[in-house]
């Protein structure tokens, strides 16, 4: 068994209760966690060498464990260290999304005004699609300005799964 990468791009995948999860590192922070058939994904072949979680960068170890607590419903914050690539723009989209609560949820008109632009709730969509790190980096979250279920990079039903996690978890209705 080889040692677990510290350092470099590398990808390894998980299960989970919404199918194969695939997790990137640069080897410090994770990069992307995309599902199957995820609009969006960059081609895998950037993603480096695919490795078996046992032997891959810690921050992928712990991001399973993480992802492991969340679909059981012990878990309601992750705790990771976190690199997307995107522009300024999407990287501030992203940063709001860290920001609404577990078991609650957005519109992207509130989302476009807390960024300061209440005009930009397309653009928010737009960012919001392009999110590289789903589940940890909450774009489920987001919804429609009627509270209405929108699209979703990992497919609507995905979207579904994970809002009614939250709400059996966190005890309240989300739309």
């Known amino acids: 068994m ?3 990468v510290t350092g470099g791009s590398a990808h390894s995948t998980t299960e989970s209760p919404i199918g194969t999860l695939t ?5 410090d922070a994770l990069t992307g966690l995309y ?4 609009r969006h994904a960059p081609d895998p072949q950037s993603w480096g060498p695919s490795r ?13 464990s993480q992802l492991s607590a969340y679909f059981r419903g012990e878990l309601t914050h992750f705790d990771l260290a ?41 653009a928010v969509g737009l960012a919001n699609g392009r999110n590289p790190i789903s589940i940890i980096v909450p774009c489920h979250r987001v919804v429609g300005a009627a509270g209405q279920l929108t699209g979703y990079g990992g497919g609507l039903e995905r ?6 996690l939250e709400q059996r978890v966190a005890g309240h209705s989300l739309w």
């Open 35 to 38: 599902m199957e058939s995820h």
């Open 23 to 27: 997790l990137v590192t640069d080897g």
């Open 159 to 164: 979207k579904q799964v994970l809002l009614a």
């Open 2 to 4: 080889s040692a677990p």
């Open 82 to 122: 976190l690199a997307p690539s995107g522009t300024l723009f999407q990287k501030q989209v992203w940063e709001q999304l860290l920001r609404i609560p577990y078991g609650e949820t957005a519109s992207y008109g509130e989302l476009a005004a807390l960024l300061g632009n209440p005009g930009a709730s397309r």
């Open 52 to 64: 078996a979680p046992a032997e891959s960068a810690p921050v992928v170890r712990a991001a399973i």
